[in-house]
């Protein structure tokens, strides 16, 4: 059965799905799918989704593909480049077999993933892991050497208004389960008042579980325009020579900001801000710290990550998989138990307690009286 669908085109997964719709096709550029990708394309509800290059090249076991196809979302994949000089946001395009057709014509070949040539690819991905394992290690030794200084010795902080000296912070990135481990920190939030960082779409990811941000702090490219308006202070990351990527945009929308230029990811920015404004306790949701999720991510170490949680562990908390940590409910049972334990108690106090007695039999009278017995 042929998957027909209106087309939207994004090169970059993260910026394209906040503007994806149940009934789209999603055409995207993105070498190894990612599992939080993969996640908000089907979150989105998208039809299916057309991949102009690799779904998983093999270099490590990426899950995005898996998370796609489960969903019972159509994944073409490998089609080319040349698909975004042929379609136009809006067309009306099909996947069919292995092919994309607009209009009638086949604009594109491909490979229709299924669960087996998905697990096949897997496999064969598993066992190149120890090559990137190696790679990676090099990488954050190498970097560790040119990053140290910026990050460990006194670094350069902007002014926020938000006051954080002496309490606590939750910093919420968009990483693994970090939507469900949100929702168990609710009460948490409630209770504690933590200062609220939004690390780029972890910025949305509070806001829709009903928390308005502090502050967000990122690229700025996998939040929407609702968050960066939403009132919150908005620091944007910067390279190192000082120019911002986000700067256009977030002068487009009438938002003040000042960049932050630093050779660190925007989640070691977040963590580092909390620190540096003396902050009483980090509690970190969401954060990357093992192998595949760096290259899910597509970095090559976390030297800056390894440095930024030297510094500050003594006060971090990392909540990533708090959602799992107890799932437990009570047996139907144990439920029928509970209950007929307090309906005995109601009946022994009627029969104990005569003045309580009483009152239930003038109500007996009173109901036999209405009903004419």
């Known amino acids: 059965m042929p998957v027909t669908g209106k087309a939207q085109l994004g090169k970059k997964t993260k910026s394209l799905i906040p503007h994806l719709t149940a009934a789209d096709i ?15 394309l089907v979150k989105s509800g998208v039809k299916g989704v057309v991949n102009a290059s690799q779904s998983i090249s093999g270099r490590y076991p990426n899950v995005g593909p898996e998370i796609l196809v489960e969903a019972g979302i159509e994944l073409l994949d490998n089609v080319g480049q040349e698909v975004f000089e042929v379609i136009s946001d809006g067309d009306i395009v099909s996947i069919e077999d292995n092919e994309l057709i607009c209009n009638n014509l ?32 090099q990488n954050t030794i190498e970097y560790l050497e040119r990053e140290k200084v910026s990050l460990i010795y006194d670094p350069w902080v902007p002014p926020v208004r938000t006051p954080i000296r002496g309490r606590q912070v939750l910093v919420v990135v968009r990483g693994y389960d970090y939507l469900q481990d949100l ?16 690390v780029d779409g972890g910025a949305d990811a509070l806001l829709e579980a009903g928390f308005k941000p502090d502050i967000i702090i990122g690229d700025m490219d996998s939040v929407t325009d609702m968050a960066l308006k939403s009132g919150s202070e908005v620091i944007p990351h910067a390279y190192e020579d000082g120019s911002c990527p986000s700067q256009a945009r977030l002068e487009r929308l009438g938002v003040m900001a000042s960049p932050w230029p ?7 920015l977040a963590l580092l801000l909390a620190w540096e404004k003396k902050a009483d306790l980090i509690v970190a949701l969401g954060t990357h710290s093992n192998l595949v999720e760096y290259l899910d991510k597509g970095r090559a ?12 562990g003594t006060k971090l908390v990392d909540a990533k998989g708090v959602s799992k940590l107890y799932r437990a409910s009570a047996p139907p049972r144990y439920i029928l138990l509970v209950v007929l334990a307090a309906f005995l108690v109601v009946v022994s106090t009627i029969f104990i307690s005569e003045p309580i007695r009483n009152i239930f039999i003038v109500m007996w009278l009173n109901i036999r009286t209405h009903l004419g017995m």
């Open 106 to 137: 086949v604009i594109a070949n491909g490979t229709l993933l299924d669960q087996v040539q998905i697990e096949l690819r897997m496999q064969a991905a598993e066992r190149m892991l120890d090559q990137q394992m190696e790679k990676f290690v």
């Open 301 to 312: 170490g976390m030297a800056s990550s390894f440095l930024v949680r030297l510094k500050v």
């Open 262 to 268: 630093l050779a660190a990811t925007s989640e070691d």
């Open 183 to 198: 929702r168990t920190l609710a009460p948490y939030i409630r209770e504690v008042k933590p200062v609220l960082i939004g």
């Open 26 to 40: 999603a055409i995207i550029d993105h070498v190894d799918i990612d599992r939080v990708s993969a996640e908000g």
